[in-house]
């Protein structure tokens, strides 16, 4: 599926964490993978993302996952509050 206008200038688009899930109404929504397993990550976080420290590129394998160069130093896991820089 590809990503829907408001998503494509976001990092999650290029990572193997996202999901988009269409509601009832046909409504499109990003979801991260991580954040269903990891209550301190957001599900759905706000777009567009610019950095993220847990970014891994569709294309990267597994155990060679990448970490976003645009990513910041700072570690938002301790919280559920997310800003747009960083989820
Ligand atoms: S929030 Fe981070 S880990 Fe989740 S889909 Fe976006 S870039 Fe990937």
């Given at each position: 599926?590809?990503?829907?206008?408001h998503?494509?200038?976001?990092?999650?688009?290029e990572?193997?964490?996202?999901?988009?899930?269409?509601?009832?109404?046909?409504?499109?929504?990003?979801?991260?993978?991580?954040?269903?397993?990891?209550?301190?990550?957001?599900?759905?976080?706000?777009?567009?993302?610019?950095?993220?420290?847990?970014?891994?590129?569709?294309?990267?394998p597994?155990?060679?996952?990448?970490?976003?160069?645009?990513?910041?130093?700072?570690?938002?896991?301790?919280?559920?509050?997310?800003?747009?820089?960083?989820?």
């Amino acid at each position: 599926m590809n990503l829907p206008l408001h998503l494509e200038a976001s990092l999650c688009g290029e990572c193997k964490q996202h999901r988009i899930i269409v509601s009832g109404k046909g409504s499109q929504f990003l979801l991260c993978q991580l954040g269903v397993s990891d209550p301190t990550w957001p599900k759905y976080p706000p777009q567009p993302v610019g950095a993220c420290r847990r970014f891994q590129r569709v294309d990267a394998p597994k155990d060679r996952a990448v970490d976003s160069t645009r990513s910041s130093a700072a570690d938002s896991s301790s919280s559920a509050t997310v800003n747009r820089d960083e989820p």
